[in-house]
């Protein structure tokens, strides 16, 4: 069982490159999350899409985009890379995203991104 | 805002004996609160989750206790093995939007010596 599978694994950019971070789940969930984590500082919510065709800002959005291309596969994409922006990404799944019936979130294991 | 603190950020225990690792959130909304362990490399793994109507769970060496009316719970790790040695995050369900988000704790890393 894949789960949730993230591509690239690592990636260094330079300051001002782009580039787009690849999610895809096979649970047949219907909301998607893209998180950031930093040292000390926990997991902080980038973008999520409670379902597809739906995308909404998360905790800390700025610089980033995002895509929802169909139910499997959500991307977040980095337009002009900074030093701040480095960090290791993780992108999560559940399979519905309503505030009364909380289900578990499914975690890939990430992408670690280093910007020059 | 939402804010969820975790303690401690370390811990470091002998083999067999508990841990335990707490966590305050700040909103009385919240109804779903997960604890995750992450492995080195790894992504956050599910270990054991706490809805609002329970006041505790408990899932063989493992358990969560929940204290609503003080906005807290904690997770508890009994007997503890060299390979529970790992991060461990806590989360607090949130509203937002009319949809559910998680909100993390900063995170334990709990280290178990042989």
């Known amino acids: 069982n894949a789960g949730v599978t993230q591509t690239p694994k690592f990636q260094v950019l330079k300051t001002g490159q782009s580039m787009t971070l690849q999610c895809a789940q096979d649970?047949?969930?219907?909301?998607m999350y893209w998180y950031r984590q930093d040292p000390g500082m926990g997991l902080r919510l980038i973008y999520y899409s409670a379902s597809e065709g739906t995308t909404d800002k998360g905790e800390v959005p700025n610089g980033y985009n995002v895509s929802r291309l169909n139910k499997r596969e959500f991307s977040l994409r980095l337009e002009s890379a900074a030093p701040s922006q480095t960090s290791v990404y993780f992108c999560?799944?559940?399979?519905?995203?309503?505030?009364?019936?909380?289900?578990?979130?499914?975690f890939g294991d990430g992408t670690r991104l280093s910007i020059l | 805002g939402e804010n969820v603190e975790q303690h401690p950020s370390t811990l470091s225990v002998q083999e067999g004996d508990s841990a335990v690792i707490k966590c305050t959130y700040s909103?009385?909304?919240?109804?779903?609160f997960p604890w995750y362990k992450q492995e080195l490399g790894k992504g956050p793994q599910l270990i054991i989750d706490i809805r609002s109507n329970v006041g505790e769970k408990k899932d063989q060496r493992i358990a969560v206790t929940l204290n609503k009316t003080a906005k807290h719970f904690s997770l508890h790790i009994t007997e503890t093995q060299p390979e529970d040695s790992a991060v461990y995050f806590c989360?607090?369900?949130?509203?937002?939007?009319?949809?559910?988000?998680?909100?993390f704790g900063q995170g334990t890393t709990l280290q178990v010596k042989p």
């Open positions: 649970m047949n969930h219907n909301s």
């Open positions: 989360a607090a369900s949130y509203r937002s939007s009319n949809t559910g988000k998680l909100i």
């Open positions: 909103d009385s909304a919240s109804n779903y």
């Open positions: 999560a799944s559940s399979l519905l995203g309503g505030f009364e019936a909380y289900q578990p979130q499914h």
